[in-house]
């Protein structure tokens, strides 16, 4: 299980599709901090992940700093075993801080959209100028370092028809691991989705370029649906199971079953209890079933195990209920899966050995590290 820590409301950016608007109230102190680790060490019985959350939780470093700490005690005590990653728009990380993460293993994510023009279009400073000039430089500073970072990319409306650059743009910058989301919330129009679908296409022919040219790279959304029709998994139940999985940690020290819930507060229906009295079951299990019933337009579906209609805090975040799929949601699984296939049939009818190696070989991404390990050597 991972437990993600909002250490604070506030963030350095202005962020026009951000959850958790406005950006205030006061960051999580280091006893609601320390209670968040026990709580997590006691639930999972084992290895707990600690994912550090905003806002932008790099406004807190020494708060950080402090709580891995405690888990090093934690764990020379025997009480618990942890692992860490951080999410942030990057701003505020520097070299200091990065040896730091590098030196306890946090893994690092970052947040940038693609190209200057989707960047700058909603990730702005809170006087209106843009951002992108400032982040680039570190997304190169943090590659440079992690050449396995995540990058996490955010789709607007008005951004799509930069998808497939912005996506291109970020591999050549470095980028090998390029997560793309979707703002499902965002004024999608007909004309919005079909642009969309057409960056989709385009970037599915690219990614086909790609891997015959033997260049490694994970592109979310395409590797989870080639992977669900591959090993045959139900990829609603990997992805979302909402407080089973991943619990989500308020400033406060409450308990929700997803990042998306933290805004509603302590005393609405998704709270499912706190970090020092630990969770009623009751609330999360309630939660859970909402989530997971079958929904009226999925039944019939031949996509269903492999869309996210399962997905609560989605559904919630666009109809206002765990139970009523969203209708772009549904749009926009009806879009990529039909791409993904084409992708994975074209691959597997020419052999393409990355494309095997991929998706078929359970140890390719350590002999892949190990390779490229070979190669820096070499230089």
């Given at each position: 299980m991972h437990l993600t820590l909002h250490l604070t409301r506030?963030?350095?950016?202005?962020?026009?599709?951000?959850?958790?608007?406005?950006?205030?109230?006061?960051?999580?102190t280091f006893d609601t901090g320390r209670n968040a680790l026990r709580f997590g060490a006691q639930t999972t019985g084992g290895s707990c992940g600690i994912v550090f959350f905003g806002g932008e939780p790099l406004l807190h470093k020494d708060l950080i700093r402090d709580l891995v700490a405690e888990t090093r005690a934690m764990q020379r005590r025997g009480e618990g075993r942890f692992h860490f990653k951080l999410t942030t728009n990057g701003l505020l990380l520097d070299e200091a801080f990065l040896e730091f993460a590098l030196d306890e293993d946090i893994l690092i994510a970052m947040s940038l959209d693609g190209v200057r023009a989707a960047h700058d279009r909603h990730r702005r400073f809170p006087d209106g100028s843009p951002s992108f000039d400032r982040v680039l430089p570190k997304l190169r500073m943090l590659l440079a370092r992690r050449p396995y970072a995540s990058v996490l990319m955010v789709v607007n409306p008005d951004t799509a028809p930069l998808l497939t650059e912005s996506v291109s743009f970020l591999l050549d910058e470095g980028c090998r691991y390029v997560i793309v989301s979707l703002n499902y919330a965002g004024p999608w129009g007909e004309a919005e989705l079909e642009e969309l679908a057409r960056q989709y296409q385009q970037l599915g022919d690219l990614y086909l370029a790609w891997t015959r040219q033997g260049r490694k790279f994970y592109l979310s959304p395409f590797e989870v649906k080639l992977s669900s029709h591959i090993q045959g998994e139900d990829v609603r139940k990997e992805h979302c199971e909402l407080g089973m999985r991943q619990i989500s940690v308020d400033p406060q020290g409450n308990l929700f079953p997803c990042v998306q819930f933290t805004v509603a507060g302590a005393e609405s229906r998704w709270c499912i209890g706190d970090v020092v009295s630990g969770i009623d079951e009751a609330k999360r299990n309630r939660l859970r079933g909402e989530s997971q019933d079958e929904k009226e337009p999925c039944r019939q579906c031949t996509l269903r195990r492999r869309c996210h209609n399962t997905c609560?805090?989605?559904?919630?975040?666009?109809?206002?209920?765990?139970?009523?799929?969203?209708?772009?949601?549904?749009?926009?699984?009806?879009?990529?899966?039909?791409?993904?296939?084409?992708i994975g049939e074209t691959l597997y009818r020419e052999g393409n050995t990355l494309f095997f190696n991929k998706h078929y070989n359970p140890s390719y991404p350590m002999l892949s590290l190990l390779e490229d390990l070979h190669e820096e050597a070499g230089r």
């Open positions: 506030a963030c350095n950016l202005r962020c026009a599709y951000c959850y958790a608007q406005p950006h205030s109230g006061p960051a999580m609560g805090c989605l559904n919630w975040q666009t109809t206002g209920s765990l139970a009523r799929i969203s209708p772009i949601l549904c749009r926009y699984e009806q879009m990529l899966i039909p791409i993904a296939d084409r």
